[in-house]
């Protein structure tokens, strides 16, 4: 399984992330070998009847429907790059496709 | 009981390990403080317990050695540590990591890399690298870590301390920077068993916080046993290959032989999955992470990288500048491999592969194995940069511990031995919930093993 340099910029796009020109060849080079190397698993034959295993209570314990406000030590303006009166304050949203 | 100066002076002392991230003066002064009102009556009064810097504190910042939260300050804390902090212990500062945990030697951290305690030249393991290294080096006596792939019990073992990773569920994690969150718990370190299951049973319990937490009691601590008579422990095969280094497969037989000295019933096992733990790890925690990983945006915490004309410029610009290589890289191959198309060939096929390596646990112990033994890392701590251009030979130093955590196990690593110099980890795999029978175990191999002698 080899991972193009478009497919690197592709991915990238998805997941909202800038990749610079330099270190694509070595990002796709590198992502190329661990998928190599992960695609032993279809070594094994696909089972439908396996189980999916998730660690953690066997059920889902309900609680109240309550409003329970979080106990913040402080709010957002402490915290956020840019917080104006209850807001976060971003750029335009530009062109969406 | 220990007073501030001398507490924070033992941390200072370790300054040339890069492991603290706070500041001596903000370390000293919070210590201060946190020493005036700790309650005199807690089963940790005055104990520094250091803390990863992906557990968020309110005294200091948590950065999860990353520049995408350079100087964050949490408005909250983690579960664990409001409860060490009721039991009387003292929060001895941040630590640093492999940024957001993804790494196998903490030189994945924006805020450069942490030296091994006993060789300069070689790292301390991760991703809880410099919890690890400072209870090493003796700084503290305990440290609270994290674990999804390995990342307390790696580096414990190459530093020659006792780490413990407790069953999925044990502990509450909120307030831990969520990673890979059907992998991630809280973990701790202790220069012996015993002080890391006390810090264990500390924050260990029910918290309503947190719904993948179980509703149980915290952990009780077992006495220490005069013998090991009635444990039947399980070699498992896979976990002693030929190629494993020889040093530490003669600490492992060391501790085996003594383990039978004890009384225990030894006896070779089979978890026949064990080679397909590493890429199925290296499936399911980048999947995972890409997903917990899409809140850093640039909009709500953490700096923001400029430059930006509009939303989604800010989005890829913060995002690209302010996580680093290796964090860039699983979050590309967990987009990747959740991606229309590949998701069956990988994601699917992983899952169903941690189920049948669950399943080897069970069946293993439910033919009357108590606990298993292997080594916990394939060699001792190896070189600064020697594994850092190929991502799958720092992967496959977790080829022991991965599988504890696909299967939500709990288990421990303690120092059985040296090779030249270098401590080795022997690890404990209990079962769900048995932790108490596991730190039993680890107790009586602990008091015999001669953990600072060559193997």
Do not use: W
Request: aromatic share 8%; net charge neutral.
């Amino acid at each position: 399984m080899s991972v193009s340099r478009e497919e690197v910029l592709r991915i990238a796009q998805v997941a909202e992330l800038d990749v610079d020109e330099e270190t694509l060849p070595t990002l796709a080079e590198q992502m190329s070998r661990i998928l190599d190397y992960v695609a032993q698993l279809s070594a094994v034959p696909a089972n439908g009847t396996v189980k999916v295993f998730v660690p953690g209570p066997d059920a889902i314990r309900f609680r109240a429907d309550e409003v329970v406000p979080s106990q913040l030590a402080f709010g957002p303006k402490e915290f956020a790059p840019d917080f104006k009166e209850g807001f976060f304050v971003v750029p335009k949203l530009g062109q969406f496709e | 009981m220990s007073d501030a100066k001398a507490v924070a002076d033992r941390l200072v002392k370790a300054k040339r390990l890069n492991a603290l991230l706070t500041p001596p003066k903000e370390l000293r002064k919070s210590l201060n403080t946190q020493i005036a009102v700790a309650r005199p009556t807690g089963v940790l009064y005055g104990m520094p317990v250091a803390v990863k810097d992906n557990i968020c504190t309110l005294e200091f910042t948590t950065t999860c050695g990353s520049r995408i939260l350079e100087g964050y300050r949490s408005p909250y804390e983690a579960t664990a540590v409001a409860k060490l902090k009721a039991a009387g212990a003292l929060i001895a500062g941040k630590t640093n990591c492999d940024e957001f945990a993804m790494g196998s030697s903490t030189e994945h951290s924006a805020y450069g890399r942490v030296i091994h305690p006993l060789d300069k030249a070689r790292v301390p393991g991760g991703s809880s690298g410099g919890s690890a290294a400072l209870v090493g080096a003796g700084a503290v006596p305990a440290a609270l870590g994290s674990e999804t792939g390995g990342s307390v019990r790696q580096p414990a073992a190459f530093c020659g301390v006792v780490g413990i990773k407790p069953t999925y569920g044990r502990v509450s994690r909120y307030g831990l920077v969520a990673f890979g969150s059907s992998l991630d718990q809280i973990g701790v370190f202790g220069r012996s068993v015993h002080d890391a299951a006390r810090v264990l049973s500390v924050i260990s319990g029910r918290d309503p916080r947190d719904s993948t937490c179980e509703d149980r009691d915290p952990l009780r601590l077992p006495t220490v046993p005069e013998s090991l008579q009635g444990f039947v422990v399980g070699l498992p095969k896979e976990y002693f290959p030929p190629e494993l280094d020889p040093a530490v497969r003669r600490a492992c037989d060391r501790a085996i032989r003594m383990m039978k000295e004890l009384g225990a019933a030894v006896r070779e096992v089979s978890l026949p999955h064990t080679p397909y733990a590493v890429p199925t790890y290296y499936v399911i925690a980048p999947a995972e992470a890409s997903s917990n990983l899409a809140r850093y945006d640039g909009v709500r915490y953490g700096p923001r990288f400029n430059g930006a004309a509009d939303l989604r410029s800010l989005y890829r610009s913060t995002r690209g500048q302010g996580f680093g290589p290796e964090v860039r890289r699983r979050i590309l191959l967990g987009t990747y491999v959740l991606s229309s198309g590949y998701y069956d060939a990988y994601y699917r096929r992983a899952q169903q592969m941690r189920a049948l390596i669950a399943q080897d646990f069970r069946n293993v112990f439910d033919r009357g194995v108590d606990l298993l033994f292997t080594p916990t890392v394939p060699s001792p701590a190896f070189k600064a940069g020697e594994k850092l251009a190929d991502p799958i030979a720092m992967y496959m130093s977790d080829i022991f511990t991965v599988t504890a955590n696909l299967a939500g196990l709990p288990a421990i690593s303690l120092p059985i031995g040296r090779v030249k110099g270098l401590p080795i980890g022997g690890q404990l795999i209990g079962q769900a919930f048995l932790e108490d029978e596991m730190i039993e175990a680890a107790y009586a191999l602990e008091r015999v093993v001669p953990a600072t002698d060559e193997a």
